[in-house]
């Protein structure tokens, strides 16, 4: 029997799961988002393996297994049909959830995702796994590459080192071995095989899952919508038309 993720539920109404990044939380990777749908949605924020309360397994993680682990905490928190959101590593999992659980699955949003990594991104992870063991280095890292070059240019010198130590604080065991999936994810076949509604929302600013990720996953998904947002690689945390899009993709 596939156990559930640890999850965080908000709200009422219909189902929506957030899946999370990679190294931190669900609700840190997310941000302000769970709690602004929570109003019109049961919104359910998963912890990947190795994050918050959700244990790792021996081994290298598979990505069926968390797909399956994705769906088995939607039904734990009481849903069976539900919207799928994600970012980062999220979109390769709500894709491979949905080949696998099609019937489980009623809408797709794919935020700064990636079908698989292509050079620009192979690169960053693997600086990300050279800096493993030294924390401040990898949020200094994390800080440099979710906020878009404005964003960073109007904080001050406290407020960045401020987030950096957040990051820092909130780094989670796991990183490593969600690092390893996302080095390995190649969801490509799965894309002709989506039948239901979905969305791609890319930062124009995105240094880190640079815009052509996205593209090609709007160009493998049959009717997929593609929605650039300005801001950068974290533009959900800064640019809060985010939310109007999803809320209109949603049906609000």
Known sequence: MVQPL????????????????????????????????????????????????????DGPLELDTVADQVVATAQDAGLERFT??????????????????????SRLALLAGFARPRPSLRLW???????????????KLMVLLSLSDGSLAASSDEQIDLLVEQITRGRQPGAAAQLDLATRLDVRADLAKIGVPTLVMTGTGDGFVAPAHSHEI???????????????????????????????????
């Open 84 to 105: 799928l959101a994600a970012v980062l590593l999220g979109p390769g999992i709500a894709l491979r959830v949905t080949t696998r659980h099609p019937a489980r699955v």
């Open 6 to 57: 640890s999850y965080h539920m908000h709200g009422s109404g219909p189902g929506i799961v957030l899946v999370p990044g990679i190294g931190t939380t669900g609700v840190d990777s997310w941000g302000p988002v769970p709690r602004d749908l929570a109003d019109s949605h049961t919104v359910v924020v998963p912890d990947l393996p190795g994050s918050g309360e959700s244990p790792l397994p």
């Open 125 to 139: 992870f693997e600086i990300w796994a050279a800096l493993s063991g030294d924390d401040e280095a990898v949020s």
């Open 218 to 252: 709007a160009d493998g998904v049959p009717g997929a919508r593609l929605v650039e947002i300005a801001g950068g690689h974290g533009f959900w945390m800064e640019n809060p038309d985010t939310v109007a899009v999803l809320r209109e993709f949603l049906g609000d």
